[in-house]
């Protein structure tokens, strides 16, 4: 499909980012982190977790209180393969990439290595986080709870995230094998960015109370909020199509991503108090790197893993359609097509863009602007 939408830099994208958190009492270096991890979302085509989040998912919650610009992180408990983390309500981002920096380094040494953080906040795409590990020619394993949407097989209350489980591992092709997704049938932020576009949600994605499907994108979002709606696991509702391995993996991850560290999960995650008025998130992250190095060697690894990779592309396909993907070639191609280009911007984030240059009255002038 042609894009219509107008681009913006990366570099110039990228730089207004940093400047626009730093406005909001971000450290700069902690900002150029937070910058690229939203940056390599619209990269690699998720444009649910890119620009899309720049102002509700992390401005507005710095405005609201209910996470901290400046990240305190504290090591709880650490040995040479393990770590643990507060983040202290900071930013997610900035405590992941400073996780990943220690979990490779472990891994280095002693051929694997495994972290958690708790009391953090939304950590971008966890394809971010894994692909660390693949660039320094390791495997990165990782997931997060999130504040509950996700109801369980047989069950219309929303209790657990949308908890992704992501892997990234290096191959000798040109991208990496990076298969990163939610443990549910779709996210908050599909869903935020079909409302900002006006369009529908698939139906059979998300279920009311009285277990009907939800298509209207602004009411989901608003019984969401409510607690009226829940999203599916992956597989849907019941068992006939598979949605119990959805509910199962994503409890995998509401697991790991608390009890390893001891933190809250599921309702505790609402951002609520009792009374009903804002809170923080306090949510928790997993992550573990794996050094093929220790097996059979990095080359054999990537060697393998390529070959598995090709087989499947080349194996027969199903009448109709044109090709088959591995995880990360869509990602990929993504970048190829817009490395040269810039982030594409709809109406709804460039009319953001102008009023957070005219806040903090910044030397910006976009290419879409007449």
């Known amino acids: 499909m042609t894009e219509t939408r107008p681009f913006v830099p990366w570099d110039m994208m990228n730089a207004f980012m940093i400047d626009v958190f730093a406005a909001y009492g ?37 405005e609201e209180g209910t996470l901290l610009p400046v990240t305190e992180l504290e090591i709880v408990k650490e040995t040479p393969t393990t770590l643990v983390m507060d983040a202290h309500n900071g930013l997610g981002m900035v405590a992941s990439y400073r ?36 660039k320094a020619g390791m495997i990165g394993i990782s997931g997060t709870n999130a504040r509950p949407s996700v109801a369980p097989t047989f069950g219309v209350e ?21 298969f990163d997704c939610a443990t549910s049938t779709i996210q908050n932020g599909k869903i935020e960015y079909y409302e900002r576009s006006g369009k529908e949600t698939p139906p059979g994605l998300v279920i009311t109370s009285e277990g009907e499907s939800l ?11 409510a607690g ?18 959805g509910y ?31 809170d923080m998130y306090r949510l928790g992250h997993f ?25 499947l592309r080349a194996s027969e396909k199903a009448p109709g359609a044109e090709r088959i993907y591995t995880a990360g070639e869509k990602e990929w191609e993504a970048w190829q097509e ?32 007449s």
């Open 26 to 62: 971000v450290p700069r270096e902690d900002a150029a982190i937070c910058a690229d991890v939203l940056l390599e979302s619209d990269r690699r085509g998720i444009e649910s977790h890119g620009c899309n989040r720049f102002k509700p998912i992390y401005l507005d919650r710095i």
């Open 99 to 134: 996780m990943m920096e220690r979990l490779i380094e472990k891994a280095k040494v002693y051929g694997m290595a495994g972290g958690s953080i708790f009391n953090s906040t939304h950590y971008g795409i966890a394809g971010y986080w894994t692909t660390m590990a693949e």
């Open 158 to 178: 929303p209790m657990m995230g949308t908890n992704p489980l992501t892997f990234t591992m290096p191959t000798d092709e040109a991208f990496p094998f990076n």
């Open 215 to 225: 298509t209207d994108s602004g009411r989901i979002l608003k019984e969401m909020r």
């Open 228 to 245: 009226r709606c829940a999203l599916l696991p992956l597989g849907g509702a019941g068992e006939a199509s598979g949605g119990y391995k």
């Open 248 to 278: 199962g993996f994503s409890a995998i991850v509401e697991i790991l991503s608390a009890a390893l560290s001891g933190g809250p999960f599921m309702k505790q995650l609402s951002g609520k108090k009792e009374d009903g008025s804002k």
């Open 287 to 311: 992550f573990f790197v794996i050094n093929p190095e220790f097996f059979m060697g990095l080359e054999t690894f990537k060697e393998t893993a390529g070959e598995i990779c090709r087989e």
């Open 338 to 369: 817009r490395k040269d280009k810039g982030v594409p911007v709809g109406e709804s984030i460039q009319k953001e863009l102008i009023e957070l240059r005219d806040k903090f009255q910044l030397p910006y002038r976009f290419p879409f602007e």
